[in-house]
């Protein structure tokens, strides 16, 4: 057999297990490589260190440290069909051209892998005390909850971890202390923690409802203040991680640096704000972009009981900020003291003190504050050294308050205005959603006018924020 991919390329062969994409009816596959077989990135770690896993006690355990720090956990999905190759690697050393499209259909336990990985950090604990990132995708089922807080259990160097939300729901008080490994006596504590969230079958649903478990976060033994991160990523509507479990975790994380919420409609503003005031004197990131695809708009905001403009300005160390806050003013940017860098993006629904019956003039003002504050803590911290660009998403535009320009889709304030508006316009790199962070759904080309230009038309009513 010719291993020269020209030469195989050339003489047309219309088939090979593994490739990326398949070939197209009628026409003729091109080919640009060849691989033995389904090979994961574990499989192929484990194989790049077979030799020196020999030669002595170091290399052995350096080798299993390699492996072993990075345990990734897919549920198997099934209906696959194994090409007619042997599952013992070591014997196509070379890779090979497989000439035929046959096979067989297989059955795997789906939690077949995460049961062997219980089964072997449990026989060997010394190998469970390499892993230091875990993460598990795919496991809603209280079978697998109960073998990912085994796994987890046996792996007391654990710094990284994220799990499906559904082992918050159906872990037991002991669960969650072994879980964040605080005072236990062994190890260290968890570093960050990741509870990611989707909408589940019936079945599946059905059994999360009627699980009896109450809820471990209610106890005082489960203490997050060694957590340093914290995210809770994906929608779901099968008991959810609402503001209740965030002001539970509230009472005791108290040092986070890093909190994320994304793509999720289940906490409220309020209640992101409990952990913020939490790790008020810590926290350096927020991320909350709580974007998703049920329908809404902005997130909620809750029972708000301060100016949440005043609230973040203060906060001492923080350093990267991107928020959906349901208003905002001058305020947010007022402390020319803080350590904000790189880009800031502030998604905001109203401007602080304005209702449906505040004028346009007074609302104009107001954001001309807005603007001007920004452009002033930019150019303070740009004195200082540090770069930092703001962005402000409202009414359906991004402003640029440093360039004083505002993108958008100017059809309709064009229409009203007769034509008259704009008087100057340019082509936009920016875009509604999936582009921006802008809520709509259209896609479409925006255009850029002066900030001055758009608050005009504010003020002729062409506009309507």
């Not at 795997?108 to 604990?125: C, E, I, M, Q, Y």
């Not at 390499?130 to 598990?136: A, G, P, T, Y």
């Not at 229409?415 to 082509?427: A, E, F, K, T, V």
């Amino acid at each position: 057999m010719r291993n020269d991919p020209m030469a195989n390329e050339a003489e047309g062969e219309n088939f090979t297990y593994g490739l990326s994409q398949a070939p197209l009816p009628s026409q003729k596959a091109k080919l640009t490589r060849y691989i033995r077989g389904p090979v994961s990135a574990d499989s192929l770690r484990w194989d790049a260190t077979r030799s020196i896993r020999h030669v002595c006690s170091a290399w052995h355990d350096w080798s299993l440290h390699y492996n072993l720090e990075h345990v990734f956990e897919r549920r198997w999905r099934g209906s696959e069909r194994w090409a007619d190759l042997t599952m013992e690697r070591r014997k196509y050393p070379l890779y090979e051209l497989n000439k035929t499209t046959g096979g067989f259909a297989v059955y795997r336990d789906p939690f077949g892998s995460l049961k062997h990985t219980d089964r072997l950090f449990t026989a060997v604990p010394s190998a469970a005390n390499h892993v230091r990132r875990l993460w598990f995708n795919g496991f809603f089922a209280a079978e697998t909850d109960k073998l990912i807080l085994s796994v987890i259990a046996s792996c007391s160097e654990l710094s990284f971890l994220s799990v499906p939300w559904t082992v918050l729901r159906r872990g037991s008080v002991e669960d969650w202390v072994d879980l964040l490994n605080l005072n236990t006596g062994h190890g260290k504590p968890l570093h960050s923690l990741e509870l990611t969230a989707v909408c589940l079958p019936k079945g599946q649903a059905t059994a999360l409802e009627q699980d009896p478990t109450p809820n471990p976060l209610e106890h005082p033994a489960v203490d997050f203040s060694a957590l340093k991160r914290l995210k809770i990523f994906g929608n779901t509507l099968h008991k959810p991680i609402c503001d209740t479990d965030l002001e539970l975790m509230a009472r005791t994380a108290t040092n986070l640096e890093c909190l994320d919420f994304t793509n999720l409609s289940t906490i409220s503003v309020a209640g992101m704000l409990a952990l913020v005031k939490a790790s008020h004197k810590t926290l350096q990131v927020l991320e909350h972009s709580p974007r998703s695809d049920d329908g809404f708009y902005h997130p909620f905001p809750g029972h708000l009981d301060e100016h949440v403009c005043a609230l973040i300005s203060r906060l001492p160390q923080m350093r990267d900020l991107s928020m959906s806050v349901p208003y905002m003013c001058a305020r947010l940017f007022a402390d020319h003291e803080v350590k904000w860098t790189g880009e800031c993006q502030v998604r905001t629904t109203d401007i602080c003190r304005c209702n449906q019956s505040t004028g346009a003039h007074t609302r104009v003002q107001k954001l001309r504050e807005t603007f001007k504050a920004a452009r002033d803590l930019i150019s303070a911290r740009r004195r200082m050294g540090h770069t930092l660009s703001i962005e402000i998403f409202f009414a359906g535009c991004i402003f640029e308050p440093e360039k004083k320009l505002v993108h958008g889709d100017f059809a309709l304030p064009e229409i009203s205005s007769n034509g008259q508006w704009p008087l100057h316009r340019q082509s936009s790199t920016k875009g509604p959603y999936g582009t921006s962070g802008v809520y709509e759904k259209e896609e479409g080309t925006w255009d850029a006018v002066d900030e001055d230009e758009y608050l005009t038309a504010v003020e002729r009513h062409w506009i309507s924020l």
